[in-house]
């Protein structure tokens, strides 16, 4: 990358943008507040860009729009050319600095675009991409403003990428899904994953599942799960499971899925809690199983309102023991309890009304007929909520026909009538 700005910028760009790991990230935001503290007006702007949400570091948008106005005042070509990307900012940021001002300061920073400095590659990438060219140039025509946005956006930010700054990428892939250019989106993305991004080598290993391209998806997954990324854990653990692209392992599915649930996450300590209560690969244990559920329902301190699905899921499972008493005493009220949230996180405001299970909130329908033949038979033998043929007739009925087996054996005993068209238990 060429030099363009004092040493300490230069690094503090190195270390936020060219490299992943979040310390050194911080010794970068570091450096750029001890440039700016100096008067530096470009190490400013380059301190507010780490506050939109890098490499780890905590997001503060109004910290950053504050920097950049310090930037801009200062006169930095960088800062002012970054507020013009902001609707919030560009006007008033127009009006103040004038025209000239502006095209100006994009001269500026396309020099050192074209000197082959990627962070300016990237602000004038992101000029084009959001607009803000059209306030730095005179056209005659507005037609030929309109049509140089898409082809300047891709010419900067490809070569911003090429250069190692896979920030670039965010942007670049909106132009690329939004063209149809699917082919040269992914090859981005392996770009990306190439240089070391955890987030593109995750989108890219996911892509290749969702592709059913298993052994290259697997590739990726490893890569993470060496950097130390447990939820690559789970995804090899999966793959090692079902031999998915891979030689099917019991045992190494079983390691990758006991190392990632050590670690707090909660896919691996669900899927554990599964195959125990199942007796799948380990010896069944029903006081592992529960103890498995029980770790992953537990809600995440920063997880704000967000809801979690696997947290979700591990209640329902974790209900289902309680109601059996599996590996735990057992506890009719709360498990139909349990089971109920879970009912009503999968099919919000429906409740029994609910129809087709391709509505579940659940990844796995496994998990979802599981949940309609606890509250099925929760309602036939009153075990934490009275008896209610009804009720137990109508889960029975969906699970018969999806072909589970024991329902279909129980639904020779229900019949549906009347003008409610109710379910009846017969003898």
Known sequence: MSEYFSG????????????????????????????????????????????????GLEEDRDTAFELLQKSRELGSAC????????????????????????????????????GGHVF?????????????????????????????????ALFWLEKALKGGLTLALVNLSD????????????????????????????????????????????????RLAEAGDIKALYDMGFQYEHG???????????????????????????RLGKLNLWGKFVPKDEAQAYHWFSQAAEEEEDGGDET???????????????????????????????????????FPGKGEDQEMLEESQFDWKEDVLQLFWDLGDAYENGLGVPVKEHNAGYYFSILAEEGWPEAIEKMKHYRQGGLLKRWKRIK
Request: aromatic residues 12%; contains cysteine; charged residues 30%.
């Open 8 to 55: 300490n910028v230069e690094e503090g760009i190195r270390l936020v943008w060219m490299q992943f790991d979040k310390e050194k990230a911080l010794e970068g935001r570091r450096l750029l507040l001890e440039a700016a503290k100096e008067g530096d007006k470009d190490a400013y702007c380059f301190l507010a860009r780490t506050y939109f949400g890098v490499n």
């Open 79 to 114: 800062g002012l050319l970054t507020m013009l990307q902001f609707e919030k900012l560009a006007k008033k940021t127009f009006k103040i600095a004038g025209r000239e001002a502006c095209m100006q300061a994009a001269k500026e920073v396309r020099e050192k675009a074209e």
């Open 120 to 152: 300016c590659q990237y602000i004038m990438g992101l000029c084009y991409f959001w607009g803000g060219y059209l306030l730095t140039e005179s056209f005659q025509d507005p037609d030929d403003a309109l049509d140089e946005r898409i082809p300047g």
């Open 175 to 222: 132009l690329y899904s939004s063209l149809g250019e699917e082919k040269k989106l992914e090859e981005a993305m392996k770009l990306a994953a190439e240089k070391g991004d955890p987030f593109w080598q995750e989108l890219l290993a996911d892509r290749l599942f969702e592709e059913e391209r298993y052994k290259e998806a697997f590739r990726w997954y490893e």
């Open 244 to 270: 998915m692209g891979i030689e099917a392992s019991p045992e190494k599915a079983l390691a990758a899925y006991e190392v990632g649930a050590k670690q707090g996450m909660q896919a691996c300590q669900l």
């Open 308 to 346: 979690n699905p696997i947290c979700e899921l591990a209640k329902m499972w974790k209900g289902h023991c309680l109601l059996y008493g599996l590996g735990v005493k057992k506890d009719e009220d709360g498990g139909t309890d349990l089971l109920y949230a879970a009912l009503d996180y999968n």
